[in-house]
């Protein structure tokens, strides 16, 4: 993909932070316009983001052709990816410390990308689905059992509020049945996929650098998407490897 880079004004042209940013083009790039000055603040923040980063750097997720949650050593083709964000604090913001009650912010976001075979992004999926699958199965038939007029009739002849009850208690053995059941699955699935992505090499390597998810939830899902984000900071393909890419005759879109 030629990125159409075209504005040589900019005091960021051709530098390694422009590669960083990695914008499609000039507009639209967050030093457009931008004096000396501010193209400065930017780079000084680019490189404090750099520096929080595994030295390795994530773009390791996304670049092979091989899925990056699966566990063995046998890994599927990648098809899609599934999208992390994770936050670190602004380390030059000293201010939080201060502030107990202020809420946490996060100075620096970037969205790990791993490249997901489809039996990854089914195992997640069908944990996602599995809750609702439940409730209706358990729920439904229940309603199908009670709104029977004979057995509606002998449940209200015991008590008026009986088959009223029994949707109740139905309704609250779909929910425990759901989470026992996402539960095994969970754990069943984790064999050969990482469903618990702080358990994942790369999440691990981020939270020992005090990197951590921003998504809520003891198991936080990534967002499953066909095409990569394949522009901003941390979208990047390190320079090496795309001179290699190009050596390599490949075309680029
Ligand atoms: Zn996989």
């Not at 992505?197 to 951590?212: G, I, S, T, Y």
Request: hydrophobic share 35%; with cysteine; aromatic share 8%.
């Amino acid at each position: 993909m030629e990125q159409e880079r075209t504005n040589r004004n900019c005091p960021l042209w051709g530098t390694e932070t422009c590669a960083q940013l990695n914008m499609r083009a000039c507009r639209g790039c967050p030093a457009d316009g931008k004096d000396a000055r501010e193209c400065n603040d930017i780079r000084e923040d680019v490189d404090l983001f750099n520096s929080l980063l595994p030295k390795e750097g994530i773009a390791s997720l996304f670049m092979g052709e091989a899925c990056t949650l699966c566990r063995g050593a046998e890994k599927g083709k990648r098809e899609s990816y599934g999208l992390f964000d994770m936050g670190h604090a602004d380390p030059r913001d000293r201010k939080k410390k201060l502030s107990l009650f202020r809420r946490k912010t996060y100075g620096f976001v970037v969205p790990l990308q791993f490249g997901c075979c489809r039996d990854c992004r089914r195992r997640y999926q069908l944990l996602g689905w599995m809750p609702m699958l439940v409730t209706i199965v358990i729920l439904g038939g229940t309603l199908l059992i009670v709104s029977q007029e004979p057995v509606a009739q002998s449940l209200r002849g015991v008590w008026r509020g009986l088959p009223l009850l029994v949707m109740l208690l139905a309704a609250a053995a779909s929910y425990l049945a759901g989470k026992g059941l996402v539960r095994v699955l969970r754990e069943r699935f984790n064999r050969q996929t990482y469903m618990d992505l702080k358990d994942h090499p790369m999440v691990q390597r981020m939270q020992a650098l005090n990197w951590e998810s921003i998504v809520d939830g003891k198991y936080p899902q990534p967002v499953f998407t066909r095409k990569r984000l394949s522009y901003g900071v941390g979208t990047a393909v390190p320079r090496a490897a795309e001179e290699k890419r190009e050596k390599d005759g490949e075309i680029s879109d």
